[in-house]
């Protein structure tokens, strides 16, 4: 059974930084593509970022490209989201994700319903 355990969020100011982690257990974390997902309070989930298995492909949504950075350590079952300059419409709970896929194409990214496992989201609040 996968897990999926991320960390790292709180509140911060406009303008600041958080870094988040997702630690993956259950198969072997370098076999599949990462990514992250957010969800702000009524509003539907939202694609943010994906990572390919050893990291040679990035893929941001235009709203945090610039700003934030996905990567990963195999070494360590772990993916990471860097995230600078943060504003108050980033606000929501984010989540790790992958799925059982080996082949994605560019416009499956940003399905949530194409990934399998999901973590059980940290809180980002950024206060203006």
């Known amino acids: 059974q996968v897990q999926l355990v991320e960390s790292g969020g709180g509140l911060v100011q406009a303008g600041g930084s958080l870094r988040l982690s997702c630690v993956a257990s259950g198969r072997t974390f370098s076999d599949y593509a990462m990514g992250w997902f957010r969800q702000a309070p009524g509003k539907e989930r939202q694609f943010v970022a994906r990572?390919?298995?050893?990291?040679?492909?990035?893929y941001y949504a235009d709203s945090v490209k610039g700003r934030f950075t996905i990567s990963r350590d195999n070494r360590k079952n772990t993916v990471y989201l860097q995230m600078n300059s943060l504003k108050p419409e980033d606000t929501a709970v984010y989540y790790c994700?992958?799925?059982?896929?080996?082949?994605?194409?560019?416009?499956?990214?940003?399905?949530?319903?194409?990934?399998?496992?999901w973590g059980q989201g940290t809180q980002v609040t950024v206060s203006s």
């Open positions: 994700v992958t799925g059982t896929r080996t082949y994605w194409s560019t416009s499956d990214y940003i399905d949530p319903n194409l990934y399998s496992y």
């Open positions: 990572i390919s298995r050893f990291s040679s492909s990035t």
